[in-house]
């Protein structure tokens, strides 16, 4: 037996809060990695270890939360790979659901490079060892972009046609038809609209069961100490994990930062890079629109806003800036 997947989901990269329990470790049966990877490759070629996985963790990590798109676009062909891995492995499916997601933003950053090339030649990469499967690409030194091309770049990641063009055509988790309805049903009761349940797709997939590398978990991907400050119990059972009870937690954190920000877009971005981050950003710029801070804001963030925008737009015909604000909770 081979624990791959536990360095990213038995040890979460961030730190939980305290008393949060630790991730569970998904051990693999080695001979069937091997067997699966011998009908696409050849047998010398050795498979990614926890080693890998970790390291290829821990880049994702720094890429979704970097300020430039370079990282995350590098990333995709790793993502590919890891996806293909895991969606072998059925008991890695908490994990593949988080990544199916991020993987649409190393897609949207890869293609927003190819459309707006650098002046400069990147640096060349060095060359794997021999038979080894690389993850996590090689990191290479900053290169410096022209500005005008950063704003071309940044203008297509988010733009709201760029996400609509990209979701247009996805089906419906397998899921929805049971989720949504409960999941309406518990923002209805705390006073938020309910088309935002669609968050849920966005974030994992609606797979009640996804966790990500670092520590959240459940539909809504809520932290430890997201889920206790909302009334979450994290032992002996974690509720992030129950449909309802998540969805309860997710709705009663939007309504507080719609209270803190007053528009959507900014509630958004808070959920995604933190009520922190948006705050200083915010005072930072005299600002009060995510449009105005959006540069100061992670690139995971930039993209993440319109998604789910979109997301909310192709799901229910709506225009997720024009849902009017909470009400108090029944």
């Known amino acids: 037996m081979l624990a791959v997947l536990a360095g990213l989901l038995a040890a979460p990269l961030a730190a939980p809060a305290a008393g949060a329990p630790a991730g569970e470790a998904y051990e693999l049966d080695l001979e069937l990695i091997r067997g699966i990877a011998r009908a696409t490759i050849v047998d010398q070629i050795e498979i990614p270890d926890a080693a890998d996985w970790q390291e ?156 990500s590398p670092v520590g959240a978990a459940g539909l809504f991907q809520i932290m430890p100490a997201t889920a206790q400050r909302f009334g979450l119990s994290l032992t002996p059972q974690d509720e992030r994990l129950a449909p309802a009870k998540s969805a309860r937690a997710a709705a009663k954190y939007l309504r507080v930062l719609h209270g803190q920000f007053g528009s959507w877009p900014l509630v958004l971005a808070a959920y995604n890079a933190g009520e922190g981050r948006v705050g200083r950003a915010l005072q930072k710029k005299s600002a009060t629109t995510f449009d105005q801070i959006a540069d100061d804001l992670p690139v995971e963030t930039q993209m993440y806003v319109p998604k789910v925008c979109a997301t909310l737009k192709l799901r229910e015909g709506v225009d997720a800036a024009e849902l009017p604000p909470p009400k108090p909770a029944k």
């Open 56 to 211: 290829f963790g821990q880049f994702m990590e720094d890429a979704l939360h970097a300020d430039t798109l370079e990282d995350l676009a590098s990333a995709y062909p790793g993502v590919q790979r890891a996806v293909s891995y895991l969606q072998a492995m059925p008991e890695a499916r908490p994990l593949l659901s988080w990544l199916r997601q991020r993987q649409d933003y190393c897609e949207v950053a890869r293609q927003a490079q190819l459309l707006y090339p650098a002046a400069a030649k990147p640096a060349k990469k060095s060359a794997p060892p021999v038979g080894k499967i690389r993850l996590a690409p090689v990191r290479l030194p900053a290169m410096e972009v022209p500005v005008l091309i950063v704003r071309k770049r940044s203008a297509y990641l988010r733009s709201p046609d760029t996400w609509l063009k990209r979701l247009r055509g996805r089906l419906k988790p397998d899921e929805a038809a049971a989720l949504i309805p409960i999941l309406k049903h518990a923002f209805a009761e705390e006073g938020v609209p309910p088309e935002w349940v669609w968050l849920a797709e966005v974030e994992s997939s609606l797979n009640a069961q996804a966790r």
